[in-house]
């Protein structure tokens, strides 16, 4: 039976349009033996498959089954997610954690719960699209300030009406790899009485001491001013978000976070490698400067400028030119992110590298000659 031709019609136009502009996506799945050098994934740490972590998810299943079975409010609540829980607060300093499902129903549930009609969001313009989608949700009056404008922020609470206000940024931004300036914007959520909402998803096991996140290294660390959020699925090889908060903020998306109420618990395989990760990141605290070393190697053979993160970004502007480029790296046993609108603005079509702790020299060779290649070949 054909689809309604109303949508048969609009989806032929919207994907000839996107095939001409160089957006059109596929999905390829990747090979368990996959002979390619990953600069793709956000793998930070390397230990998607440390035997340590796939020992912990193992266990965790043997001990509670594959799934969770419910909510968190019915059934879907282990001692292991509790333990996570207190075991995340404490190496970051939080006073609290609350894990869910992933970092983006972390997201929807912090902004969605928080704010609601009567309160004013502030949003970077450069944050995840989960912080994006939340605000849609919220309900709230929402303002979206320029990238990293501090000034922009201060300008819109002082003048705001509304009593309650958020603050919302990224720690580390997810496609220039750049850091948020939480210093400066905790000085101005303190003196206009809002809350700072950061997300730590590409932050934490990067930067801070030990890995424990840009908010910690800015010394804001427990603060209950500042609301943190973050994904299990990246330095931590595993799935799932938590929200490091104070506990009454934690106490308060227990029973209004409709993304904890009504959603699936994580499944506790994922708890169990989250642990396990987190483990063996307090047993290797050099784990962060590995990355931080790498990355700063490879943005060095890219030409671009020296990252303080895992992220490398090589803009080239035209999303074909991108495109083609990515499929050059793949080609030459190199995988590598390939980010185009809607993604990125217009215009700034890129590739993007990222750095793992547990790439080798060998590896960082073969890395400067793929991109040596591509990128000669990609600017004559």
Not at 97 to 117: D, E, I, P, Q, W
Not at 189 to 204: C, K, P, Q
Not at 274 to 300: K, N
Request: hydrophobic share 45%; aromatic share 4%.
């Amino acid at each position: 039976m054909p689809l309604p031709s109303a949508f048969a019609h609009w989806f032929d136009g919207v994907e000839s349009t996107r095939r001409a502009a160089g957006l059109r996506r596929e999905l390829s799945p990747r090979p368990a033996d996959s002979p390619l050098l990953d600069l793709a994934s956000n793998d930070y740490l390397g230990l998607s498959r440390h035997p340590e972590v796939v020992a912990g998810a193992v266990a965790a299943a043997r001990l509670w089954g594959t799934g969770a079975t419910g909510s968190r409010l019915v059934t879907g609540s282990t001692a292991d997610h509790h333990a996570l829980e207190d075991d995340l607060a404490a190496f970051t300093g939080a006073e609290s954690g609350l894990v869910f499902s992933s970092g983006y129903t972390a997201n929807l549930a912090v902004v969605a719960a928080l704010a609601g009609r009567g309160t004013l969001v502030v949003s970077d313009a450069g944050v995840h699209a989960s912080l994006v989608d939340a605000c849609r949700l919220s309900k709230a009056r929402v303002e979206i300030v320029p990238h990293a404008d501090v000034a922009a922020v201060s300008a819109v609470l002082r003048s705001r009406s509304e009593e309650r206000a958020l603050v919302l940024t990224d720690s580390v931004f997810s496609a220039d790899g750049d850091l948020a300036p939480l210093r400066e914007l905790h000085a101005v959520t303190s003196r206009h009485g809002a809350l700072l909402v950061v997300d730590e998803a590409h932050g934490l096991g990067v930067r801070g001491d030990g890995g424990r996140g840009w908010v910690h290294e800015c010394g804001l660390a427990g603060d209950p001013g500042v609301v943190v959020t973050a994904t299990l699925s990246k330095s931590l090889a595993a799935q799932g978000g938590v929200v490091l908060a104070a506990e009454r903020v934690r106490a308060h998306l227990i029973d209004n976070a409709r993304t904890f109420v009504f959603d699936t618990a994580l499944a506790p395989p994922a708890v169990g490698a989250a642990r396990a990760a987190l483990a063996v990141l307090r047993g290797d605290p050099t784990l962060p400067g590995a990355v931080l070393h790498r990355a700063r190697e490879i943005a060095a053979f890219a030409g671009a400028p020296r990252p303080d993160s895992a992220v490398v970004s090589v803009i080239l502007g035209d999303a074909a030119r991108a495109k083609a480029a990515a499929d050059a790296c793949r080609d030459l046993g190199l995988a590598v992110g390939c980010f185009r609108p809607p993604s990125v603005p217009e215009g700034t079509a890129r590739l993007r590298l990222t750095a793992r702790a547990s790439l080798t020299d060998g590896d960082i060779a073969t890395v400067r000659d793929v991109l040596g290649r591509v990128l000669a070949r990609s600017a004559a």
